[in-house]
């Protein structure tokens, strides 16, 4: 079977299935489609442990965990001490080579958490991991805690772009499981291996660190335009400057995590307008 490769394996399929009654050749159909349709059942199931695992959650695998995350650290520490002597300079003074240069180690540095013990042990787990550490630093809000509360306040219109890029995301994490899956068929052919494995590295580098990135960037930009939003439904004041907001987010943050029965802040008015229609948000 293995000579004869997967056109051989098809061909001896077709022909068998040729000489059997009607019946069983629309049974051996059917059930075909139901495997099909059985197969993406679970892989819609199992989508949101797909993009945990492909994101570094490996609970079960505390060494490799630790040994990709101190590859991926050391990478992205050679990545900002190149970066630095570059970002000092002014761009006029750079030449298109370090200006290109520059771009892309600041594009790298962007896709890690600067702080080393919240990187991951994959990528993909850092982008998002670092989109979430730029929201705290830029505001004080925990985006784990806040984003719940944050979904059902956005208009229509951010909803839409929240659920496209993260459709994308988990799109892409399906393809690359059915091509790691694809290598089964090596039991027919030994060309499964590579070409399966081949698929399933373009389908992560190619597209789904492009998607993470995209995804990333529209949550972020839900937190940039709405965030107020959060603080007036909760009757929480505005903060008045960007240190006070850094304080005032963490503060909101304590909240919503843990409650708090201090006297401050005093509450304010509730806005008037009536919040948009609810609906789990998209992890």
Not at 171 to 180: D, F, G, K, P, S
Request: hydrophobic content about 45%; proline content about 8%; glycine content about 8%.
């Amino acid at each position: 079977m293995q000579r004869l490769g997967w056109a051989g394996a098809a061909e001896q399929w077709t022909a068998g299935l040729t000489g059997l009654p009607v019946l069983v050749q629309g049974a051996a159909v059917v059930g075909l489609l139901l495997l099909l349709t059985l197969s993406g059942l679970l892989l819609q199931f199992f989508s949101q442990p797909l993009v945990r695992g492909l994101e570094g959650y490996w609970v079960l695998l505390p060494g490799p965990r630790r040994r990709l995350r101190e590859r991926l650290g050391r990478r992205a520490d050679a990545d900002i001490a190149a970066l630095r002597p570059l970002a000092a300079r002014p761009a006029d003074s750079l030449d298109a080579d370090a200006l290109a240069e520059r771009g892309r180690l600041a594009r790298r540095v962007r896709s890690v958490p600067f702080d080393p013990r919240r990187r991951m042990p994959t990528r993909f787990g850092n982008v998002l991991r670092a989109s979430e550490d730029r929201v705290r630093a830029h505001y004080g809000l925990d985006p784990v805690v806040c984003w719940p509360r944050l979904w059902l306040l956005l208009p229509d219109a951010a909803r839409t772009e929240v659920l496209a890029t993260r459709r994308s995301v988990h799109l892409t994490a399906h393809l690359w499981a059915c091509a790691v899956l694809c290598c089964v068929w090596s039991v027919w052919s030994l060309w499964a291996v590579p070409l399966s494995l081949a698929v399933a590295a373009t389908a992560y580098r190619g597209f789904l660190l492009s998607a993470a990135r995209l995804h990333a960037d529209v949550v972020e930009s839900c937190f940039d335009l709405y965030r107020q939003q959060l603080y007036g439904s909760l009757r929480h004041p505005l903060p008045e400057n960007p240190l006070a907001e850094y304080r005032a987010g963490r503060r909101l943050t304590t909240y919503l995590s843990a409650g708090s029965r201090r006297p401050e802040p005093l509450f304010t008015d509730p806005p008037s307008s009536a919040a948009p229609s609810g609906g789990p948000p998209p992890c």
